[in-house]
């Protein structure tokens, strides 16, 4: 496995309340990701970063936003959770270069529960 | 839209039978391809990916297959095992934006004795 760890692994929480996901990895890529993963949705990109400090929005960036202050760690931020946010959250790693392969490296995941 | 597509949600094999899962895709633009397997309650795992500049690459029982007219490409699992049971995903990249994979909405395999 790829040195990628996410916590917590589980994590249950109120409407309305702010919750922050941890994504730590020790691989030294550059590439970080935050992917929600949902039945019949596949994996859907939620943000990710391209460097310390540089982040963009992915395909369902609405409620969240991300932080990178150090190359090995990237937080995923729900500023105020609502129960459509329910699902398991997916971190991922790459060195992806222009022009060669893509392959993205993932974390355990981490399942997170709104009521 | 949906760049990425895997029409079966589900397939169920026999153990040392043939499993194919099939993927196609929009994108003109995309040239690289991959799948992905996923057990519960872990991470996706990379296993195989093929570029566009071949039609064919295997790695012991999996072979990726890619037809660029047709937008198609397959996994192929001979001979397949219950330890291949699990939900499979396809995922591709254009060469300008190797950082940002697509993914389909994966196919889930059962294999039984």
């Known amino acids: 496995d790829a040195g990628i760890t996410q916590s917590p692994r589980h994590k249950v929480t109120e409407t309305g309340t702010p919750v922050t996901l941890r994504c730590h990895q020790t691989?030294?890529?550059?590439?970080m990701y935050w992917y929600r993963q949902d039945p019949g949705h596949g994996l859907r990109l939620i943000h990710y970063?391209?460097?310390?400090?540089?982040?963009d929005k992915g395909e369902v960036s609405d409620g969240y936003s991300v932080s990178r202050s150090k190359t090995e760690d990237f937080l995923l931020t729900l500023e105020s959770a609502t129960s459509s946010q329910t699902s398991v959250y997916f971190c991922?790693?790459?060195?992806?270069?222009?022009?060669?392969?893509?392959?993205?490296?993932f974390g355990p995941g981490t399942r997170l529960t709104v009521t | 839209d949906q760049q990425v597509k895997q029409n079966s949600p589900s397939l169920s094999v026999q153990e040392g039978r043939i499993s194919i899962l099939n993927c196609d895709y929009t994108?003109?633009?995309?040239?690289?391809f991959l799948w992905y397997k996923k057990y519960p309650a872990e991470g996706p795992t990379f296993l195989i990916s093929?570029?566009?500049?071949?039609d064919k690459n295997e790695d012991g029982r999996f072979t990726v297959f890619l037809n660029k007219s047709a937008k198609h490409l397959s996994l192929h699992i001979v001979p397949s095992q219950p330890g291949d049971s699990a939900v499979y995903f396809c995922?591709?990249?254009?060469?300008?934006?190797?950082?940002?994979?697509?993914f389909g909405t994966g196919t889930r395999l059962q294999v039984f004795p």
């Open positions: 970063s391209y460097g310390v400090k540089d982040t």
């Open positions: 093929i570029s566009s500049i071949k």
């Open positions: 994108n003109s633009m995309f040239d690289y």
């Open positions: 995922a591709a990249h254009s060469a300008y934006n190797t950082d940002k994979l697509i």
């Open positions: 691989e030294n890529h550059r590439y």
């Open positions: 991922a790693i790459s060195n992806a270069l222009e022009g060669q392969g893509g392959e993205q490296y």
